[in-house]
T-cell receptor, first 118, second 113 residues
Framework: GAVVSQHPSRVICKSGTSVKIECRSL??????MFWYRQFPKQSLMLMAT?????????EQGVEKDKFLINHASLTLSTLTVTSAHPEDSSFYIC??????????????FGSGTQLSVL | QKEVEQNSGPLSVPEGAIASLNCTYS??????FFWYRQYSGKSPELIMS????GDKEDGRFTAQLNKASQYVSLLIRDSQPSDSATYLC?????????????FGRGTSLIVHP
C-alpha cells in the first residue's frame, strides 16, 4: 500500500522557537494532504487541508499565521509551528490519499510527530 | 457542524469475547465510513471501510452500517489482548468536490486475559 513518511517523530523545543514537520508520500503523488492534531485521549482534529501549488485551507479556529503549511510538490507538505508555546505541545499527524484509489478511499497516515514545547 | 460521536470507554471485555464498538454521525450526506485502530503514541491504521447499508465482514472484524439511523458499528470476534487499543470511527463528508474526513474521539478497548 501507499506509504507516508513523517519526520521528525519527536521534537522538544524551547518556547518561542519554530518547528518544521515534513510529510512525504513515498510511492504516490498526493495533491492533497491533511494535517491533524491530537491531544491525549482526544480525537484527531483536522487543522488544515494542504493543496499542492495553492494555499492551504484552514479549519475554523486554526491560526494560519501560526501554523504555516507549504505544499510545494506532489510528494511533500510541511507544517511549521511558529513561535511555539507549551499549549502547542501535541501529537501532529499528516495523512494523504492515493488518487489512484479514488476519493472514497482510505487515508494513509504518517507516523506522527510528538511535539513538546518547554 | 459535522459530528461523529463515540463512547470514550474504556470498554473492557475478556479474551475470546465479542467487542462491540458504536458510532453515530450527524451529517446525512456522509458517503463513506471507516474504522481505524490506534495504539498509544502511534498513528491510526485502517481496520475496515464500509459504504453501503448492511454488514461487511473481514476476518474477525464486522462493520455494520445503518444510514437511516446514522449509525455505524464494529464488532470484533474472538477478542485478543493485542486488540487492546483505541478505535476511531471516521466519516467522509463531501466538500468542494472532494471528501473531508471527520473523526470521532475514539473508544478505548481493553481485552483482558
Amino acid at each position: 500500500g501507499a506509504v507516508v513518511s513523517q519526520h521528525p517523530s519527536r521534537v522538544i523545543c524551547k518556547s518561542g522557537t519554530s518547528v518544521k514537520i515534513e510529510c512525504r508520500s513515498l510511492d504516490f503523488q498526493a495533491t492533497t494532504m491533511f494535517w491533524y492534531r491530537q491531544f491525549p485521549k482526544q480525537s484527531l482534529m483536522l487543522m488544515a487541508t494542504s493543496n499542492e501549488g495553492s494555499k492551504a485551507t484552514y479549519e475554523q479556529g486554526v491560526e494560519k499565521d501560526k501554523f504555516l503549511i507549504n505544499h510545494a510538490s506532489l510528494t511533500l507538505s510541511t507544517l511549521t509551528v511558529t513561535s511555539a508555546h507549551p499549549e502547542d505541545s501535541s501529537f501532529y499527524i499528516c495523512s494523504a490519499r492515493d488518487p489512484e484509489q479514488g476519493s472514497f478511499e482510505k487515508l494513509f497516515f504518517g507516523s506522527g510527530t510528538q511535539l513538546s514545547v518547554l | 457542524q459535522k459530528e461523529v460521536e463515540q463512547n470514550s470507554g474504556p470498554l473492557s471485555v475478556p479474551e475470546g469475547a465479542i467487542a462491540s464498538l458504536n458510532c453515530t454521525y450527524s451529517d446525512r450526506v456522509s458517503q463513506s465510513f471507516f474504522w481505524y485502530r490506534q495504539y498509544s503514541g502511534k498513528s491510526p491504521e485502517l481496520i475496515m471501510s464500509i459504504y453501503s447499508n448492511g454488514d461487511k465482514e473481514d476476518g474477525r472484524f464486522t462493520a455494520q452500517l445503518n444510514k437511516a439511523s446514522q449509525y455505524v458499528s464494529l464488532l470484533i470476534r474472538d477478542s485478543q489482548p493485542s486488540d487492546s487499543a483505541t478505535y476511531l470511527c471516521a466519516v467522509n463528508n463531501p466538500s468542494g468536490g472532494s471528501y473531508i474526513p471527520t473523526f470521532g474521539r475514539g473508544t478505548s478497548l481493553i481485552v483482558h486475559p
